[in-house]
Nanobody, 121 residues
Framework: VQLQACGGGLVQAGGSLRLSCSVTGRAASSFSVAWFRQAPGKKREFVAAISWAGGSSYYSNSVKGRFTISRDNAKNTVYLQMNSLKPEDTAVYYC???????????????WGQGTLVTVSS
């Protein structure tokens, strides 16, 4: 399974961005996918996750109500719509996949390369 994240960039506080994660490989649509982020000098942290069928999703408290995770299995792509962005959302965002639904970094075996999101104040 291979993941490719894109969509990062520079945005002003209050703005929006949509990240995309393309998931390819054998039975890619059967994997749960999550987004994590890592700010400079900090540990990688969970942002949002979605089950393989899209019926279940989960968010960290810091992004709940502002970010929305979704997936299009026909396109093997998972999206992270980020609204009302704050400077503290600045980080490298990674998508990850695994057969089990989870929120822990160590629980995911497959990772994308990351895409940088910078939110200016």
């Amino acid at each position: 399974v291979q993941l490719q994240a894109c969509g990062g960039g520079l945005v002003q506080a209050g703005g929006s961005l949509r990240l995309s994660c393309s998931v390819t490989g054998r039975a890619a649509s059967s994997f749960s996918v999550a987004w994590f982020r890592q700010a400079p000098g900090k540990k990688r942290e969970f942002v949002a996750a979605i089950s393989w069928a899209g019926g279940s999703s989960y968010y960290s408290n810091s992004v709940k109500g502002r970010f929305t995770i979704s997936r299009d299995n026909a396109k093997n792509t998972v999206y992270l719509q980020m609204n009302s962005l704050k400077p503290e959302d600045t980080a490298v965002y990674y998508c990850a996949a695994d057969q089990r639904f989870g929120t822990v970094v160590d629980g995911f075996h497959y990772w994308g390369q990351g895409t940088l999101v910078t939110v200016s104040s």
